[in-house]
């Protein structure tokens, strides 16, 4: 799931200038290492699964030619980098210690993952499969796989969890400087009320989905109106559009979760919709 976030320093509160800028970068910079730890592991199933096939072919036909698994990554050093720079956390941000130990836990399993690449590359390149009975050994590599993208993604997200609120309200703080605050904060909120529905969903928190979509309809007809909305502030008029877009995709969402039984899947996908929209709006402003 990808997000952009607009950095725009101001004073806020009792912190100074340079640690919110500096909260709000990190932040950015979580997401950017959750992204390329998608891209990889994203990658790795496909060559995962591509590599299934041609050892279950091989397998019952005793020939044929076995997909290669290349652990090497196009962005290793990239993320080398990121994964330097976010253990650097920023004064003024809340929950450090605990944020810092889920990213440490994250990085930890990238690190596996890259070992277990290297051990799937040589069981591809060495043949070892030949000896594999019913492929246990390929299976059993799957399952820590499988266990590797979890750590990954479950430690990220939490590092993110504990950073959200205090970066969203200083980000609010600061947009309502600023004129085109008008356009901004409505879908901001509505998308970060979105994503904590998500979640509830998830959870199968059926008490708090309710309660967070009253809180959403309570403002949603304010928000998706245009009426009042000075389109000089825009770059072009385009992105009028592309607002009105957001909330039909905020709609159809809405109308995925309030289903008795919604399909995760398509909710999930409508989402991510919204979420591209939010960032083509907010492309304008970069």
Same mark, same amino acid.
């Given at each position: 799931?990808?997000?952009?976030?607009? #950095?725009?320093?101001?004073?806020?509160?009792?912190?100074?200038? &340079?640690?919110?800028?500096?909260?709000?970068?990190?932040?950015?910079?979580?997401?950017?290492?959750?992204?390329?730890?998608?891209?990889?592991?994203?990658?790795?199933?496909?060559?995962?699964?591509?590599?299934?096939?041609?050892?279950?072919?091989?397998?019952?036909?005793?020939?044929?030619?076995?997909?290669?698994?290349?652990?090497?990554?196009?962005?290793?050093?990239?993320?080398?980098?990121?994964?330097?720079?976010?253990?650097?956390?920023?004064? /003024?941000?809340?929950?450090?210690?605990?944020?810092?130990?889920?990213?440490?836990?994250?990085?930890?399993?990238?690190?596996?993952?890259?070992?277990?690449?290297?051990?799937? &590359?040589?069981?591809?390149?060495?043949?070892?499969?030949?000896?594999?009975?019913?492929?246990?050994?390929?299976?059993?590599?799957?399952?820590?796989?499988?266990?590797?993208?979890?750590?990954?993604?479950?430690?990220?997200?939490?590092?993110?969890? #504990?950073?959200?609120?205090?970066?969203?309200?200083?980000?609010?703080?600061?947009?309502?400087?600023?004129?085109?605050?008008?356009?901004?904060?409505?879908?901001?909120?509505?998308?970060?009320?979105?994503?904590?529905?998500? /979640?509830?969903?998830?959870?199968?928190?059926?008490?708090?989905?309710?309660? &967070?979509?009253?809180?959403?309809?309570?403002? #949603?007809?304010?928000?998706?109106?245009?009426? /009042?909305?000075?389109?000089?502030? #825009?770059?072009?008029?385009?992105?009028?559009?592309?607002?009105?877009?957001?909330?039909?995709?905020?709609?159809?969402?809405?109308?995925?979760?309030?289903?008795?039984?919604?399909?995760?899947?398509?909710?999930?996908?409508?989402? /991510?919709?919204?979420?591209?929209?939010?960032?083509?709006?907010?492309?304008?402003?970069?």
């Amino acid at each position: 799931m990808k997000k952009i976030l607009i #950095l725009i320093p101001l004073l806020i509160g009792n912190l100074s200038f &340079a640690q919110n800028e500096g909260v709000i970068e990190h932040y950015n910079q979580m997401i950017s290492l959750l992204n390329l730890y998608s891209n990889n592991l994203e990658n790795a199933t496909k060559h995962y699964q591509s590599a299934d096939q041609s050892l279950v072919s091989y397998k019952k036909h005793n020939k044929g030619v076995v997909s290669m698994l290349n652990a090497e990554s196009s962005n290793d050093s990239q993320i080398k980098t990121l994964e330097e720079t976010v253990l650097l956390l920023p004064e /003024g941000l809340d929950n450090k210690d605990q944020i810092k130990a889920h990213l440490k836990a994250a990085i930890s399993f990238m690190n596996k993952h890259r070992d277990l690449s290297e051990l799937l &590359a040589s069981y591809v390149a060495d043949k070892l499969y030949t000896s594999d009975n019913e492929l246990k050994q390929f299976y059993a590599y799957m399952d820590t796989f499988q266990e590797n993208a979890s750590g990954v993604y479950d430690n990220c997200n939490k590092a993110l969890a #504990l950073a959200a609120d205090q970066t969203f309200k200083i980000e609010l703080e600061s947009l309502k400087q600023f004129p085109i605050s008008v356009w901004i904060i409505p879908m901001k909120t509505d998308l970060k009320t979105a994503e904590t529905l998500f /979640g509830y969903l998830e959870k199968k928190d059926t008490k708090n989905v309710k309660l &967070a979509i009253e809180k959403m309809n309570s403002t #949603l007809a304010e928000h998706k109106s245009t009426e /009042g909305k000075s389109t000089d502030l #825009l770059k072009d008029y385009y992105y009028k559009s592309v607002y009105e877009d957001f909330y039909k995709k905020l709609d159809e969402f809405l109308g995925r979760v309030t289903r008795e039984n919604p399909n995760m899947d398509y909710t999930s996908e409508t989402f /991510g919709e919204m979420i591209e929209k939010y960032n083509l709006f907010i492309s304008q402003f970069n």
